[in-house]
């Protein structure tokens, strides 16, 4: 498999791109010269989405828990640029803090059918093609793949599960010329992060027990410009902010002790009691 992967003149499809990182992806994608796919739940911003990039794209409306509309979108994203390259399985949603035993069912399957089956389902759609083409899937992942997920379990469960997809994905396609990502964010200044952690009066608590320097957050451009760099460079993995890096790095030895920590610490554990409180609460999604 080629190390360096050409963008321009490839075409590339991108999930939850009509805002946050699916957006900055997207634009960066197309800077660099790809044609681009941009698929979104929300009908109302694929084509102002597309409209903004710089080359030439189109806007699809998909949602990705639906395998017949993905399928749809391949298709009409073949007719109109010869076949697909990338694929960036972007969509996501997350739930207010609370813990396993207060999260409604239904919203803990729902985030599960976005962030695991949504995955599955968008690389199976064009799979075919990035094997045919040489090309690349980035999954998203994040610091919650091999973090704790106390508060977030449902979340948690779905980013580990699509990093191991991701994982096994580099091995499988290798003999076919193509590539994976795994990209793990953490804390992304996005809509998503405002509406689940910002507006919510228990996240920032339960965020305040993790040290300081955990908590930086970044821009949608920095994640986009990552994403962009891991499919031109072929890189397996990507970490930001970079600070999270040695805790991935060093999960085996370092996780038994936090978790540990947040057992014993008060502090934790008085936080973990008022989200343990939140059952019968509506504690809907958000992207």
Known sequence: MARRFELRGRTALVTGAGRGIGL???????RRGANVVVVDLDPGVTGPAAESLAGDAIGIAADVTDRAALQRAVATATERFGGIDVVVANAGVASPPATFRAVPTETFERVIEVNLHGVHRTVAAALEQVIARRGHVVLIGSIYSFFNGAGATAYAMSKAAVEQLGRA?????ARH??????AYFGFIDTEMVHRAIDADPLAPRLLATQPGWLRKRLGPAAAGRAIADAIERRTPRVVRPRR???LSALRGLINPAIDRSLVARGD???VVALLDERGGEEQPTTA
């Open 177 to 182: 010329g193509a590539g994976s990502t795994v």
């Open 244 to 246: 999270w890096t040695p």
């Open 268 to 270: 934790v554990q008085d």
């Open 24 to 30: 900055a992806t997207a634009g960066e994608l197309s």
């Open 169 to 173: 994905l580099r091995v499988e396609l």
